[in-house]
């Protein structure tokens, strides 16, 4: 079965600090990985996509098939950083999407 | 990318009558999907609408419950029908502007949310 999984409900941080957001993930074919990332009270929108290996706001996420792990990751987190964050799958020509619980990323002055 | 209007942004109604959300994009697109976020959980597919045919619904949603529109490639419409305190959540409306030539998804853009609760 396909899933999405991002096993910590809250990850919170210094300013300053490493992040790594994890996520995991269950497919049976060769999936396209997307971060998504939700600012207060604005709209849920992409982030990055595993496929054009690029890094956004300093994020960077790096698909191991071989740990089927989709992690994102920051070196040193910004207080403008905290969101929520979602890890998602989608299936080859992405007609089908799905996301997983989110991360809620907090980071402290 | 696409520029996603959604509305009403949040509405409180009585359980057994029905809601209507409308959403609207800047430019033609063929796929337009609609999910729910219940409450401290993730989003989930609803069904996905191409202009010109029946909605393709997920398991768990029916068309009676859901019925969607899409008369063209900038609009379309869910409907949350007679509903009961459990369909409370934020409905989204999300569009894809496709795959690459070589079948990479660009990702999804997505509406603003509407936020449903039902009393």
């Known amino acids: 079965a396909q899933r999405v999984t991002q096993p910590e409900k809250l990850l919170s941080v210094f300013k300053g600090a490493p992040v790594e957001l994890k996520c995991n993930y269950s497919y049976s074919g060769s999936p396209e990985l997307f971060w998504y990332v939700q600012y207060s009270r604005q709209r849920l929108q992409l982030l990055l996509r595993h496929i054009s290996r690029e890094s956004i706001k300093g994020f960077t996420a790096d698909l191991n098939k071989g740990e089927t792990s989709f992690h994102l990751k920051k070196p040193f987190a910004q207080e403008e950083d905290s969101a929520m964050y979602y890890c998602a799958l989608s299936n080859t020509g992405g007609f089908k999407t799905i996301f997983g619980a989110g991360t809620r990323l907090f980071v402290k002055a | 990318s696409a520029v996603i209007s959604q509305k009403p942004s949040r509405d409180i109604c009585q359980r057994g009558t029905s809601l209507t959300i409308q959403c609207q994009v800047d430019?033609?697109?063929?796929?337009m999907f609609w999910y729910r976020q219940q409450p401290g959980q993730s989003l989930t597919l609803i069904a996905t609408a191409n202009q010109g045919s029946e909605a393709t619904y997920e398991s768990g949603f029916v068309i009676d419950k859901f019925p969607i529109s899409r008369p063209n490639l900038t609009f379309s419409t869910l409907t949350v029908s007679n509903m009961s305190p459990e369909d409370s959540s934020i409905y989204l409306c999300?569009?894809?502007?496709?795959?690459?030539?070589?079948?990479?998804?660009?990702?999804?853009?997505f509406g603003s949310g509407t936020r449903l609760t039902v009393v």
């Open positions: 430019s033609q697109v063929t796929m």
């Open positions: 999300s569009v894809s502007p496709g795959v690459t030539s070589g079948g990479f998804d660009y990702g999804y853009t």
